[in-house]
């Protein structure tokens, strides 16, 4: 029986390829000598697409497949696909929710503590014989008793509320409305938890909604003894604002996972030792990357098969129901 056709679009990995040729024939855009000509000769035979949360899937290459009903992203956020577009041609979308929730809050635990107990500039400070020739390292603080705003409260954001409780911190979340069973206090002006908070941590989805969310004035809020961790989308935080915060002594220090312009990072930024800086890391551990592979292509599969996806985004969920 002939394999179905889809294409797949943007950065992941080879593995995921090798994973999905298992169910189907891929044809891989970024590898076509000429992608126009490609989808517009082999176009109409492909009907679904494999794309990352993080790439950008552009509305010409839907335009260009007049017989897609499916894409599926690997990723829990999907800013860079235009889900309600796609819902309204009938496309339906899917993502990986869940599987990474775990590991991101790990990462969420990891960062903040390397940041607020300055692990990485300590480490230095070992390394370049500091230790004996400047004597001990200076004080830093704890988080027990610490106020910490989670920006976004959904699954990863209760993932690490749950993980914070350990620390025994005090916790509320900001969203643009209240959820009644999650038992935290919700702050629905961001700059007031801002100026609430010794913490803000960023899990908010990317897209146009949110850009630029945590702006000026949210940082000031904050102020020059807070701490921002963002392991969301770079595009919530104005970078610009950021920098420009740290630098001048307005914001106490910054863990991030994300930017807005990856892989570009500020310059700026590689000087300060209140800063920890990582590679968008926030689900990449191999167990967690295979769980996702995996829903990408079971999401496919369903939908083949059944017309339905295992994991629709909310946008596109009307799209299966009855």
């Known amino acids: 029986m ?18 999905l040729e298992e169910h189907f024939h891929v044809h891989r ?7 126009q000509a490609f989808l517009a000769g082999k176009g109409r035979h492909v009907r679904a697409i494999a794309t990352g949360g993080a790439d950008q899937l552009p509305n010409s290459v839907m335009d260009a497949l007049p017989d897609l009903g499916m894409i599926s992203c690997y990723g829990v956020g999907y800013d860079g696909i235009d889900a309600k577009l796609a819902a309204s041609r009938g496309i339906l979308v899917s993502h990986t929710p869940d599987v990474l929730n775990d590991e991101v809050a790990n990462t969420t635990i990891a960062l903040l503590l390397a940041t607020t107990r300055h ?15 400047e004597g001990p390292a200076p004080l830093t603080r704890g988080l027990a008793g610490k106020n910490v705003g989670i920006i976004g409260m959904g699954r990863i954001g209760q993932a690490i509320a749950e993980k914070l409780a350990v620390f025994h911190c005090e916790i509320a979340y ?16 961001l700059v007031e938890m801002a100026g609430w908070a010794d913490i803000l941590i960023v899990i908010t989805p990317g897209g146009a909604s949110t850009r630029h969310l945590v702006n000026r004035a949210v940082l000031d809020g904050l102020g020059p003894q807070g701490t921002l961790i963002n392991v969301a989308r770079g595009t919530v935080v104005d970078e610009a604002a950021l920098v420009a915060a740290l630098c001048e002594g307005r914001l106490g220090a910054a863990g991030l996972d ?24 926030g689900s990449a551990t191999v167990e967690t990357r295979a769980a996702m592979r995996k ?11 059944t017309g339905k996806a295992l994991t629709p985004v909310p946008e596109c969920k009307h799209l299966q129901e009855g």
Request: charged share 25%.
């Open 174 to 189: 900001h969203t643009r409305n209240a959820r009644p069973e999650i038992p935290m206090r919700h702050f629905p002006d």
């Open 29 to 35: 855009l970024e590898q076509q000598t000429d992608p």
């Open 295 to 305: 829903l990408v292509a079971d999401n496919l599969v369903s939908w083949f098969s």
């Open 2 to 19: 002939t394999k179905p056709e889809i294409l797949l679009v943007g950065t992941m990995g080879a593995q995921l390829k090798t994973d």
């Open 119 to 133: 692990v990485v500039a300590f480490d230095r400070y070992v390394r370049e014989g500091r230790w004996k020739s």
């Open 258 to 281: 994300v930017f807005e312009n990856e892989p570009e990072v500020p310059q700026a930024l590689f000087a300060m030792d209140n800063v920890v800086l990582l590679p968008h890391v």
